[in-house]
T-cell receptor, first 113, second 113 residues
Framework: DAKTTQPPSMDCAEGRAANLPCNHSTISGNEYVYWYRQIHSQGPQYIIHGLKNNETNEMASLIITEDRKSSTLILPHATLRDTAVYYCIVSLRGGGSNYKLTFGKGTLLTVNP | GAGVSQTPSNKVTEKGKYVELRCDPI?????LYWYRQSLGQGPEFLIY????????DSGLPNDRFFAVRPEGSVSTLKIQRTERGDSAVYLC???????????FGPGTRLTVL
């Protein structure tokens, strides 16, 4: 699986959009970008995934650059409950060892009141 | 519906003892995974079950670790002759199938004194 690079920490004001970047310059054509988050003392929680088109769900939006070498997770209106470690993971879907999520250290997002 | 549950939530044991950690996946999920998370790190893959069989146990650190899923539902992670380095949070996840999103339990915090 391709390696990802994320900033170790970010801050965001409550009510503002949180934009979390991820670099995955070695991503291959059939690898997906997944985002999970982990709130303190809980297990990771799936947020969203995408291949090349931008995706949106009730939790977040995922913007993937045209060359697919980077992506941004957007939380449109961050709340205090969004304070968590956010993990960007690149993985095959439907082939190889895609079941095996490879977590890095992620980005600690702190939402401030 | 009920999510993934893990018991116990905390386990303190002495070096050299045997421990069992239990995971109850979401009903109907055929895929089950164990991960281990050390302080300040992202979760690391240990083992993956598809049904009753361990399809990939490449993440188990050594032969002191073993996991079973005899009826294709509940799984038990077994650690023999525990060492202080085994102290970590052990996370279980399940998914409908191996290409679907993984749902994590809250984890079992194991402390080996």
């Amino acid at each position: 699986d391709a390696k990802t690079t994320q900033p170790p920490s970010m801050d965001c004001a409550e009510g503002r959009a949180a934009n979390l970047p991820c670099n995955h310059s070695t991503i291959s054509g059939n690898e997906y970008v997944y985002w999970y988050r982990q709130i303190h003392s809980q297990g990771p929680q799936y947020i969203i995934h995408g291949l090349k088109n931008n995706e949106t769900n009730e939790m977040a939006s995922l913007i993937i650059t045209e060359d697919r070498k980077s992506s941004t997770l957007i939380l449109p209106h961050a709340t205090l409950r969004d304070t968590a470690v956010y993990y960007c993971i690149v993985s095959l879907r439907g082939g190889g060892s895609n079941y095996k999520l490879t977590f890095g250290k992620g980005t600690l997002l702190t939402v401030n009141p | 519906g009920a999510g993934v549950s893990q018991t116990p939530s905390n386990k303190v044991t002495e070096k050299g003892k045997y421990v069992e950690l239990r995971c109850d996946p979401i009903s109907g999920h055929t895929a089950l995974y164990w991960y281990r998370q050390s302080l300040g790190q992202g979760p690391e893959f240990l083992i993956y079950f598809q049904g009753t069989g361990a399809a990939d146990d490449s993440g188990l650190p050594n032969d002191r670790f073993f996991a079973v899923r005899p009826e294709g539902s509940v799984s038990t992670l077994k650690i023999q002759r525990t060492e202080r380095g085994d102290s970590a949070v052990y996370l279980c996840a399940s998914s409908l199938g191996p290409t679907d999103e993984q749902f994590f339990g809250p984890g079992t915090r194991l402390t080996v004194l």
